[in-house]
């Protein structure tokens, strides 16, 4: 197995160090009771997933391409989770029926971010991206030991191995660059 990026031996790693029996990571099996975070195994009412890829869409308002607008200018998954419950509550909810044949169901915070993490990759990579951002800021903060002002080479350590992982994790994602189209030189 190649471990070269770090990123492929979390699942091993977490298993050995707590020498247990862990739960599958992703059930495919339905008639199994899953801790699955996406949508299919909530109970709770989703727009995105009753209405959106479905004849009862609502076709004069295009809640995907607002998401993406929303992501393209650079807006963190709270304000688009946010804006898309306005749009929601605003705009589509009175014309919804959940599965049980509830009217205008409820849609929650929690419901949108599960679908927006598991259904949008740029989303997700734009998430990803956060939380390794946020964690960096975490770390430098614990660098120099307030007490002695002097360097805490630990803190430095894992500072450097966040920012490497940061790297490493936009290199990985960033769009491959086009080849150049060829022009025919007369």
Request: charged content about 25%; aromatic content about 6%.
């Amino acid at each position: 197995m190649e471990h070269g990026d770090d990123f492929s031996v979390l699942g091993d790693n977490l298993a050995e160090a707590n020498d247990e029996i862990l739960d599958p990571i992703y059930c495919t099996d339905p008639g199994k009771e899953t801790g699955n975070l996406s949508c299919s195994s909530s109970a709770d009412f989703c727009y995105l997933c009753s209405y959106m890829d479905s004849t009862l869409s609502m076709n004069d308002l295009d809640l995907n391409s607002h998401i993406r607008v929303l992501l393209e200018e650079g807006k963190e998954l709270p304000a688009i989770v946010r804006a898309v419950l306005d749009i929601y509550n605003n705009e589509l909810r009175d014309n919804c029926v959940d599965d049980q044949g509830n009217a205008a169901p409820e849609w929650k915070a929690s419901s949108v971010t599960r679908h927006l993490l598991h259904n949008n990759p740029d989303i997700f990579v734009s998430y990803t991206e956060s939380v390794l951002q946020h964690l960096i800021v975490r770390q430098s903060q614990n660098v120099v030991d307030r007490t002695t002002k002097r360097v805490n080479h630990t803190e430095r350590k894992a500072l450097l191995e966040s920012i490497d992982a940061l790297a490493k994790w936009k290199q990985r994602c960033k769009p491959a660059r086009s080849k150049r189209p060829a022009t025919a030189m007369d």
